[in-house]
C-alpha cells in the first residue's frame, strides 16, 4: 500500500504557483519523498525527491516539513501543458527499491 | 526523452496470439522494472531485475513471461491473455546503488481482443 496521502483533484490559474501537499507521517529516516507526474497516456515523469532538506530544480521545488511528516511540491508558474496526475511517494535509496504508487492529485491548469 | 524506450507503442493481440513488449534503456542503468496500469487504477508493479536476474515477482499470472538478456533489455512475452489484461505497461529503469531514480518509458498500450 502507498505511505502517502494526497488530496484526490486540486485546480490551478495558468501563471500562478501550484502547491501540491503530501503527508507521509509514518516515513522511516531512510526514506526519501519523491515525486513523478503522469500526463494522459504517458510514463511516469520525474520531477524531484528529497531527504529532509529543501530542494529546488529546473521544473519545481520542494519543501519538506522538518519532522518530515508532509512536504508540499511547488510549480512556481503553472503553465496548461503541467495538466497531470501528481504523485507524492517515499522510498528508501540505494537498492532497486521499487516505487508503489497510489491515486494521486489530479492537477487541472486552467487558462 | 527519457532513455527508456518501449516497443510497439501500441498492440491489439487475440486472446490466443503470442506476442511479445520490448524496452530498451540506455542510460548505462542496471535494475529494470515492469509496470502494469489498468484503466483508473494505480500503476502496479509486476518485475524487477537487477544485474539481469528477476529479484521480484509481484503474484504476476505465467501468462506474462518476463525475460532480461542484459541490463539494457527487457521483454514481457505474452501468451493467453484475457480481455482483462488490456492496460498500459510500463517499463522502468535505475542504478542498484546511490541515487537510483527511477525513470520510465512511455509505455506499450496493450488491447487484447
Known amino acids: 500500500d502507498a505511505k502517502t496521502t494526497q488530496p484526490t483533484s486540486m485546480d490551478c490559474a495558468e501563471g500562478r504557483a501550484a502547491n501540491l501537499p503530501c503527508n507521509h507521517s509514518t516515513i522511516s529516516g531512510n526514506e526519501y519523498v519523491y515525486w513523478y507526474r503522469q500526463i494522459h497516456s504517458q510514463g511516469p515523469q520525474y520531477i524531484i525527491h528529497g531527504l529532509k532538506n529543501n530542494e529546488t530544480n529546473e521544473m519545481a521545488s520542494l519543501i519538506i516539513t522538518e519532522d518530515r511528516k508532509s512536504s508540499t511540491l511547488i510549480l512556481p508558474h503553472a503553465t496548461l501543458r503541467d495538466t497531470a496526475v501528481y504523485y507524492c511517494i517515499v522510498r528508501v535509496v540505494g537498492g532497486s527499491e521499487k516505487l508503489v504508487f497510489g491515486k494521486g492529485t489530479k492537477l487541472t491548469v486552467n487558462p | 526523452e527519457t532513455g527508456v524506450t518501449q516497443t510497439p507503442r501500441h498492440l491489439v493481440m487475440g486472446m490466443t496470439n503470442k506476442k511479445s513488449l520490448k524496452c530498451e534503456q540506455h542510460?548505462?542503468?542496471?535494475?529494470m522494472y515492469w509496470y502494469k496500469q489498468s484503466a483508473k487504477k494505480p500503476l502496479e508493479l509486476m518485475f524487477v531485475?537487477?544485474?539481469?536476474?528477476?529479484?521480484e515477482n509481484n503474484s504476476v499470472p505465467s501468462r506474462f513471461s518476463p525475460e532480461c538478456p542484459n541490463s539494457s533489455h527487457l521483454f514481457l512475452h505474452l501468451h493467453t491473455l484475457q480481455p482483462e489484461d488490456s492496460a498500459l505497461y510500463l517499463c522502468?529503469?535505475?542504478?542498484?546503488?546511490?541515487?537510483?531514480?527511477?525513470?520510465f518509458g512511455e509505455g506499450s498500450w496493450l488491447t487484447v481482443v
Open positions: 542510460l548505462g542503468h542496471n535494475a
Open positions: 522502468a529503469s535505475s542504478q542498484y546503488r546511490g541515487q537510483n531514480t527511477i525513470y
Open positions: 531485475y537487477n544485474f539481469k536476474e528477476q529479484t
